[in-house]
């Protein structure tokens, strides 16, 4: 059993400490705001909180769970107060910048991503086996110790994730493919809709709009701040992966103008025929 | 009560008989294969069932149900078998084609679209209550009679559906945006994915793909023969959705190549604030 650091007792902070506190570790929470830390408390989810980072002097391993943009400045804030063998790692979506700016400051570090939330955010979101069955991606380098590595995998087993083990980059490209490309075409989606100039032909789009609008628009209306935060952090690849997609709408696009009927469904048969292999 | 004509006994033409003979009229199907004429009869879906448009002699409406190619052959077929009287409606998922074609040949002919829909096909699917609550657009012209229009708008109200009324181009145009844009966008998004040239980083995106890869390639990944067929009863109306989503997009792949954070956030908050105006 270990004393475990958590900084940012959000949902997935919060959800990480009341599966790792059930083990029988010592959860140490910290957050910013004195509220959250009595809320941490009086929930029970962690065993002590506080807005101080020194309180995780004696911490074995620290979860960096604040958002996205605050993991690189709160490390860095950090690594002066931790224990020479201490194990830190992260729960940011974007893992390169990430990666990039804390490997070299700290050999224990190993970037993680668990692919786990909820509509709602917050201390009082969390729950417990968030991450059960949900992918969780590590994305060691050279430069990670295996000690790192050995400590976070066996505490991601215990929460009964699906370990994935990639290059931050590998892992930066496939979440832009299947993450943030998606919300991006989604609003897109949405937005032209709204474009269309007639208020007869809008409002009963709106009102017949069923199953498959709702599905296919449905993260493009999500968080407008963590949509925008992905592509800030992530914004080579999801441009990559942007401009092949315009690309690919293109190519069908041409297809209906020149009324390639063959070659339209011979791409739908394939879309088809691929889409089970991302919903194994 | 009625004698009413079903003509394409599938998962639509099956699922109104199913509710109409409950409401106690009498159903006479019509299905080009003579075993699923006996399917019919056998579920109990229907009075009588025949290969022979002839057989709808004295039908006082009749439902075309088949294949949207097909319902302008079988509807020019059909017209001299009919009551003078007999009133004529389809089911067709685009209108104006249809409503051109039939308009002129038939003054009691009203055009229909039942927004309603599974994932199975054929007479085995057909079920009760299929179309309650959906939405059930009926686009008459100048040309419609009123008698067709009153009988028709009776029996969509008989089925529990939301009726809405509206020119058939406007019909077109709104399922161009809510339906077969989704299509085409969401097919694009698992084709651009199967794109990435690196296997780890595409074999690491299906790994870890989860609800929102799932929901926004959904209709993408759907019968290819039904999208094929819509883009190309629909190409007008499609091609002026795609352009301008293709437009649309190429804003926001500007804001993020720009960095204009502000802008891709003014956006996204947009999206999220219209969403709901599509699924009241």
Redesign the interface.
Known sequence: MMKIGIIGLGLIGGSLAIDLRRQGHQLLGVSRRSETCERAIALNIVDQASPDLASLAEAEVVFLCPPIGAIVPIATALIPHLAPTAVVTDVGSVKQPIVDALAPLWPHFVGGHP?AGTAEQGIEAAQAELFTK??Y?LTPTDATSLHAMEVVSQLVRSLHA?L?Q?HPT??D???A???H????????????????P?D??RQ???????S??????????????L??MM??HN?TA??A??????????H??RH??Q?D?AA??L??????R???????
């Open positions: 692919m949900q992918p991606v699906n994935y990639c590998d892992h490209r496939a979440v493919w299947i993450s490309l998606p919300v991006i075409v989604s609003a897109s989606l949405i937005t032209a809709c709204m474009n269309e007639s007869t032909v009963l789009a709106q009102d017949i709009a069923s498959g609008f709702r599905d296919t628009s449905r993260v493009g209306g999500g968080n407008p701040e949509g925008t592509a800030q914004r999801l441009l992966a942007l401009t092949d997609f315009r690309d690919t709408l293109s069908s696009i209906i103008e009324e009927w339209l469904a791409s739908l048969q394939q879309t088809q691929d889409r089970p292999k991302f919903l194994a």
